[in-house]
């Protein structure tokens, strides 16, 4: 998942909303964590109404639970929020190609996607890390050149509060996609996903546009498997401190 970098010149309330879900999704706190005040204030350097407003906005995305005397805690998330979150943000994508195709996104869209996707499919041919840091931000790029030619206002915060959960963003598995060879084989799959995408909404096929969506963040289920084979590699990833995972049944003794 990418970390969303503050804006310059952000209000307290943006920069501590940003901040905190970095700190989440980065591991700082441990799943069932109360937040207590106090700390934040100190460490966010902001003052408490805007905390209070950070609290809020990440308890209304789904990384923290309200508490029933009051307060905050992290929440914890099983694979299916996992899986569920994944599929719900295909879901949206689809019905964001489809509005795109149907409402006739604006010829300057399609460029810009058009050449995002050139840049896409140079980067993703490349190695290295930076490499794969260049492909993360060009994959978000033409994600959200998607939503803005859906026009949708309403879709795009539906998608922006399931984006924001663990591993469920389109760029969730860049890391895992860097360093496990099945997991790279997939990405090479995916990347024939936007051109058809761009050109089904290109040719106002909406039913098309919207599989297409839905099978590209399919494949994320897939590479979620992969990665919680490989827990070196998952510990690494935004997040990854918030699931619960079934403890494995341990050997008897025959």
């Known amino acids: 998942m990418a970390t969303r970098r503050t804006p310059p010149g952000a209000s307290q309330s943006t920069r501590a909303i940003l901040r905190l879900r970095e700190l989440l999704l980065s591991g700082e706190f441990s799943a069932g964590t109360r937040m207590s005040e106090l700390p934040l204030v100190e460490r966010l350097g902001v003052s408490r109404t805007p905390l209070r407003l950070a609290l809020s906005t990440l308890e209304h995305e789904g990384l923290l639970e309200l508490l029933p005397g009051g ?3 992290v929440r914890a998330f099983t ?5 569920d979150a994944i599929e719900l943000r295909g879901v949206l994508e689809g019905t964001a190609a489809r509005f795109a195709a149907e409402r006739k996104a604006k010829a300057r869209q399609l460029t810009a996607m058009r ?5 896409l499919d140079e980067a993703v041919h490349e190695t290295g890390y930076d490499s794969f840091v260049r492909y993360m931000e060009l994959n978000e790029r033409f994600h ?17 509060a399931i984006v924001s959960l663990p591993f469920a963003s389109p760029s969730a598995f860049v890391l895992a996609q860097a360093e496990l060879p099945e997991s790279r084989e997939i990405l090479l799959v995916a ?6 995408l761009l050109e089904a909404i290109e040719r106002r096929e909406g039913a098309r546009a919207e599989s297409v969506g839905r099978e590209h963040a399919r494949l994320a289920r897939r590479n979620l498997e992969i990665v919680l084979r490989d827990r070196d590699v998952l510990e690494r990833m ?8 079934p403890e494995r049944p341990r050997a008897t003794a025959g």
């Open 71 to 73: 307060g905050y805690a």
């Open 79 to 83: 694979h299916r929020d996992i899986e």
């Open 115 to 119: 050449a995002c996707l050139e840049e």
């Open 144 to 160: 959200g050149l998607l939503l803005k030619a859906a026009a949708s206002p309403l879709l795009e915060r539906a998608l922006d």
């Open 191 to 196: 990347q024939s996903h936007p051109r058809s």
């Open 238 to 245: 935004p997040g990854a401190s918030l699931i619960q995972f």
